[in-house]
């Protein structure tokens, strides 16, 4: 821990150990890991957490429905998850399952606290009850013939005790922490369904304990409730960082620090607990606020969105081992703009590692580095300055890239910043066009442009190779071998120190991005989604 550096706290949903993980979780994942390790080259200190939210019902049903218990259960789905992050290279800091013991003590202390506080009070949870199923359902879960959602059985009104969290008190300082800080809830849209939806119209208590179920954190003022899982499950973005433990020094230096950043990154499914109940929570601990909630879009299916339920979802595995993390990272960033829905096609997989990775940025760099080789036996001649009106555009291009790339990212435009990396990359391959290298190597008069031209395209490389490499954590080591960059040189600094290549020795290797066989691989891909999956209880 750095006290100089900048600093950022960014967080994943903690997701449901339901069944296995798939590509939509990964998308979220991968999202956000490529925020953090973009923070991270621009040398900010960086805490970025991801976890799971094992307690509730339904696992404790898809337990049952196994043979096993709920804590072996949620033990073997958290082991899909991790070798997942682990094969997508996730870089995550923290890792917070809602079991972990340093959890349940947190929980149960922030229970005692609101309860004290008065914040929460004893009531009644009405609902619809499965006598069958043991289980409360909403009005819409039930429908209008008022039947079970799990086993069809008639469902009857009834009444469990429960306790609450008093909302009222905190909806006008929620209301003036959205008008001070417009960028709160990102896109704006869901800020306005927010307040019209559910502030507007009067928000209910929210019922934060159960006793129907036990699978969870028991309340220690009245054990037979266990805490219901929003106020569980939001407090997992304090706990993982010690909040109320023996050793709390990373909560204090990342949450409680008012410099530091911190941004949710959710699915538009769980904006509401996110950006209403999260706020007042912490309002009632005395805790700050975050600076961001991000709602991103969701990864679908042509028959709709992925889910585990639907059982329509596909693996990242297959994609991985064929085609590489890399190519897998570059697609779920480039194809699916953040904040927006997108659909998984085969076609569209294929289309993008040939025309983006392939096509423009492997050719780009096998040109250059073949050209290096050929006129200059492989060592990067000095970088002069601008010789022509050409290599002048391509260094406004290079400070352009970089300093829109900045400002994307921090606005959480992720996909719109590696569009401007990829457009310079396109700029590159257009300057070796116009600049007809081929050309001047024939004119010994031209040697001082020719030298200028295989500077520029060797620093262009670098700029793209660095900006990229949050995305492409397996290919930029080997890119930046094949520039003959030694490792002490691989900084972000030099992406403005033009000249620091001079004299370096590139090494030709094989292509970082082969072409695919767009038919074949299509066809792979669409068996993929064809294989049966295994599906889990909703
Ligand atoms: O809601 N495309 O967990 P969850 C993109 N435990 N993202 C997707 C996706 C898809 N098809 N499917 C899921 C929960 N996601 C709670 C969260 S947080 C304190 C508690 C992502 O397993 C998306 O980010 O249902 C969504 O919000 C999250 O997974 C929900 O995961």
Redesign the pocket.
């Known amino acids: 821990m750095n006290q100089n550096k900048k600093k950022f706290y960014i967080s ?5 150990p ?1 069944a296995q993980p ?4 990964a ?2 994942t991968t999202l956000t890991d490529v925020i953090a390790r973009g923070k991270r080259l621009r040398g900010y200190d960086v805490f970025f957490v991801t976890g799971l ?1 094992e307690h509730g019902e339904k696992i404790q049903k898809n337990a049952e429905a196994k043979g096993e218990t709920p804590q072996e259960f949620v033990d073997h789905v958290a082991d899909t998850f991790l070798s997942l992050w682990d094969a997508m290279k996730i870089s995550n800091d923290g890792w917070i399952r809602t079991t972990q013991q340093r959890h349940w003590k947190t929980v149960q202390k922030i229970f005692s606290r609101m309860l004290e506080q008065d914040d929460i009070y004893l009531s009644s949870y009405e609902g619809w009850y499965c006598v069958h199923e043991e289980s409360f359902w909403t009005e819409t879960q039930v429908g209008p013939e008022h039947l079970c959602p799990e086993c069809g059985r008639p469902v009857e009104k009834a009444e469990e005790p429960a306790y609450f969290y008093r909302c009222g008190k905190h909806v006008d300082s929620l209301l003036k922490y959205y008008e001070e800080h417009p960028d709160f809830i990102t896109p704006v849209s869901r800020k306005n369904e927010m307040v019209n939806n559910f502030i507007k119209p009067g928000l209910q208590d929210l019922c934060v304990s159960r006793t129907s179920f036990s699978w969870g954190i028991p309340v220690v003022e009245d054990p037979k409730h266990v805490v219901y899982v ?1 106020l569980d ?2 407090t ?2 304090i706990t993982c960082l010690g909040y109320l433990q023996e050793d709390d020094s990373k909560f204090q230096y990342f949450w409680d620090d008012p410099n530091t950043e911190i941004v949710h ?6 904006t509401r ?2 950006t209403i109940y999260w706020p007042m929570f912490l309002e009632s601990l005395g805790l700050r606020e975050p600076d961001r909630v991000f709602v ?5 299916m042509k028959g709709g ?4 339920s639907r059982g329509n ?1 596909i693996s990242a595995y297959p994609l991985i081992e064929r085609y590489g993390v890399d190519a897998v990272r570059y697609y779920l960033v480039s194809e699916v703009t953040f904040g927006q829905n997108g659909t998984f096609t085969p076609e569209q997989f294929v289309e993008r590692i040939n025309q983006d990775l392939a096509n423009n940025f492997g050719n780009l760099l096998n040109r250059s580095i073949s050209m290096i080789d050929k006129y200059y036996q492989g060592e990067i001649p000095a970088y002069e300055g601008e010789v022509t009106p050409l290599d002048e555009d391509l260094h406004k291009e290079m400070e352009k890239t970089l300093v829109s790339y900045e400002a994307l990212n921090d606005d959480m435009k992720v996909t719109e910043a590696y569009e401007e990396v990829m457009n310079l990359v396109s700029a590159a391959n257009k300057y070796i066009q116009d600049s007809a290298p081929w050309v001047l190597a024939k004119d010994p008069s031209k040697s001082k442009e020719l030298a200028s031209c295989m500077a520029h395209l060797a620093h262009v490389i670098y700029e793209a190779g660095m900006l990229l490499s949050p995305i492409m954590v397996e290919k930029t080591p080997e890119l930046l071998k094949q520039l003959g960059v030694p490792e002490e040189l691989r900084t972000y600094e030099n992406i403005k120190n033009f000249g620091f290549l001079n004299g370096l020795k590139v090494a030709k290797g094989s292509p970082l991005f082969p072409r695919l066989e767009e038919a074949k691989e299509i066809e792979y891909i669409a068996s993929l989604m064809a294989a049966p999956k295994e599906k889990a209880a909703a």
Not at 305 to 308: I, L, N, Q
């Open positions: 994943t949903p903690i997701y449901y339901s798939h590509l939509g979780h998308y979220c939210d929003w499950a939001l997992n973005y990154v959710i699915g538009a499914d769980i607990f996110h991103h879009g969701l990864l679908m969105k992925m889910s585990k979802a």
